[in-house]
């Protein structure tokens, strides 16, 4: 399975308490309405409305 990414269209908050901004790329795992996302090993829970999948080869920062 490759490597999803998205990135937030929403703030967010992360297991560990920090809130990360609209346009903070994500590594996706899981489908359906609710996924997991990390972000330098962060857990964010998300549902399929706060974040939009970045197409390959656009994962460039």
Do not use: C, H, K, N
Not at 11 to 21: A, E, K, R
Not at 34 to 54: I, K, Q, R, T
């Amino acid at each position: 399975m490759s490597r999803r990414i998205g990135t937030l269209l929403v703030s967010v908050s992360g297991l560990s308490g920090t809130t990360y901004p609209v346009g903070t790329r994500v590594a996706i795992r899981g489908t359906g309405g609710s996924v997991d996302g990390f972000v330098d090993g962060d857990w964010l829970p998300l549902a399929w409305w706060e974040f939009a999948d970045v197409a390959q080869g656009d994962d460039a920062r």
